[in-house]
């Protein structure tokens, strides 16, 4: 409407009534054709749909995802609806495994063709979920405590590699130092060796 004033509208194709960023509710009323908003009671109602959707999404996602990732699948979440994220791809190839050529086969714009008939809003919406989901996130989802003893932690290699050129060249950089240090392979072999060995009781580490 102008002057920092919104009026209910309709999606295209939908019955409902919504206002803002698509909110079916003001107020805890249910939006009419008649609704009117400013701007800090449209913020206000799209946070109260966040914690609602964000809880809801929580209890359907099964993998473990940092705090970026749930961003980004909220986002998609809010997006396409709740009614739909339950029956989505995305949510059904995080719960198999959250495999990052899977994740950007669904979510990808330029590859899942799909996106492009909702317009440029929602190719452009796309892909920030998606550069969001892949960002790296310096906190680490283990369940023990774990102490770093290096500026950059190794567990976020997984969450910031992309195959790039420069990427490859600084794992055989790491890789030939490695073999420098360690030239029996002993440091590398008992690495492995903690890595590959499964939990404890309650996902504690067994004593090595």
């Not at 002057?3 to 003001?26: P, Q, T, V």
């Not at 109602?45 to 993998?63: F, G, I, M």
């Not at 899942?112 to 929602?122: A, I, L, V």
Request: charged letters at 25%; hydrophobic letters at 35%; one cysteine or more.
């Amino acid at each position: 409407m102008g002057f920092g004033r919104y009026a209910a509208y309709k999606d295209h194709g939908e019955f409902i009534w919504r206002i803002g960023y698509g909110s079916k509710e003001l107020d805890e009323k249910v939006v009419c054709p008649f609704t009117r908003a400013n701007s800090e009671e449209i913020l206000e109602q799209l946070q109260l749909d966040l914690e609602t959707l964000s809880y809801k999404v929580a209890r359907l996602v099964q993998w473990p995802l940092n705090n970026k990732q749930k961003a980004a699948v909220l986002s998609y979440a809010h997006g396409i609806g709740f009614a739909s994220f339950k029956q989505s791809k995305l949510l059904e190839v995080i719960n198999n495994g959250c495999k990052k050529k899977e994740i950007i086969k669904e979510l990808s714009p330029y590859i899942n063709k799909q996106w492009f008939k909702h317009g440029e809003w929602t190719v452009d919406r796309r892909r920030s979920e998606l550069n969001l989901f892949l960002a790296g996130n310096k906190e680490i989802a283990t369940l023990v405590k774990h102490k770093c003893d290096l500026n950059y932690c190794l567990l976020n290699i997984p969450e910031t590699y992309n195959g790039n050129p420069n990427q490859i060249k600084a794992i055989n950089y790491l890789e030939k130092k490695m073999t420098d240090l360690d030239p029996s392979g002993e440091i590398l072999r008992r690495f492995f060796r903690y890595w590959n060995q499964p939990p404890g009781n309650l996902g504690s580490p067994k004593n090595l």
